[in-house]
């Protein structure tokens, strides 16, 4: 673990109410040396496919041994149970709701790889009800978890943890499809679809000699958001190397009705 150990939130609890706070005072109460980073608490509400995607974003900018905290929960209190899921490289908390499911998928050829049920509860702090969980179960076990305790302590191995169902890009004739699984505070709409796995599947696959197709529009690739002063929609490569449907100092979401699910075609011309 680091001297000071980074632990990283990501809620849907917004800024307004003070409970994103008071996660952090509860972990610095019991380790005062741990380093909290937000990556965001703007989740849509119960939004757990969001979630999902917005931390698979994020996770991998960290140090080795990051501990990623994720709570958007519409369970809580309920029969699902709290996870500790170890890595080679990573920790990540939160509820079994499939919340790390792309996390997980890109994690488990790790030579360490454990889902853990937390069920240690000598670790939670005093519950007063069962609706605040991020408060009274994740953020201690972060916390003592940042301090050193060791993850076999928190409770037992489980193979049985919640994936939800994401969505695949796949290869049809002289095409890929995808589709839109985020969309920005910018209005851009993040599709699915990585533009280096298309060129492991099909090498001839150059910026030369394909189009992005999403409903009747048939878009060439940009370089960066400036280089096309148009505002008409337009994509790039972003720089988690996604194809991103934008319109220049505009939101391509809201001008052309872009939602979530959305499908875009990569095509060879």
Known sequence: MLERPIITLTTDFGHRDPFVGIMKGVILEINPKACIVDISHEIAPHNIFEAAQVINMAYKYFPSTTLHVVVVDPQVGGMRKPLLVV???YYFIGPDNGVFTAVLENQHKSSIFKVIKIDSSHYYRSQKGSTFHGRDIFAPVA????????????????????????????????????????????GNAITNIIYEALDELSPEFTRKKFKVVYKDHKLDLANYY???????????????????????????SEKYGIKIGDKVRITVI
Do not use: C, M
Request: net charge negative.
């Open 226 to 252: 400036a280089e096309t002063q148009d505002p008409e929609l337009s994509v790039l490569i972003n720089s988690s190397g996604l194809f991103e449907l934008f319109t220049y100092h505009g939101k391509a």
């Open 87 to 89: 890595t080679d490289d």
């Open 143 to 186: 916390a003592w978890l940042s301090r050193g305790v060791e993850s076999f302590k928190f409770g037992e191995q489980i193979k049985d943890h919640v994936q939800i169902s994401l969505p695949k890009v796949e290869a049809v004739k002289d095409s890929f499809e995808g589709e839109v699984v985020h969309i920005d505070s910018f």
